[in-house]
């Protein structure tokens, strides 16, 4: 018996969130702009971390969550 609409639309369903996992939900996330700018002056892209100074801040993942305020991540 062929596939109903909706069970071929479910299986891209999971094929999707199998291949990008929660990537969707970023989509949603509320950015403060001036916390992400004054973020981005301090971060260093060859590194991937923070740095004040002589101190070098790498955020974890519970970090980034709290920021976006994202907890699906």
């Known amino acids: 018996m062929e596939k109903g609409f909706l069970d071929k639309v479910e299986d891209n369903v ?3 969130y199998r291949e990008y996992g929660d990537l969707p939900y970023l989509l949603n996330v509320k950015v403060d702009k001036h ?3 004054a973020l981005a ?3 260093s892209p060859a ?3 923070f ?3 002589k ?3 790498a955020p974890t993942v519970e970090e ?3 920021l976006l305020h ?3 991540i």
């Open 14 to 16: 999971v094929l999707f």
């Open 35 to 37: 916390l992400f700018r």
């Open 41 to 43: 002056q301090y971060w």
């Open 47 to 49: 590194y991937s971390y």
């Open 51 to 53: 740095t004040f100074g």
């Open 55 to 57: 101190v070098n801040l």
């Open 64 to 66: 980034y969550t709290t």
């Open 70 to 72: 994202c907890p699906k």
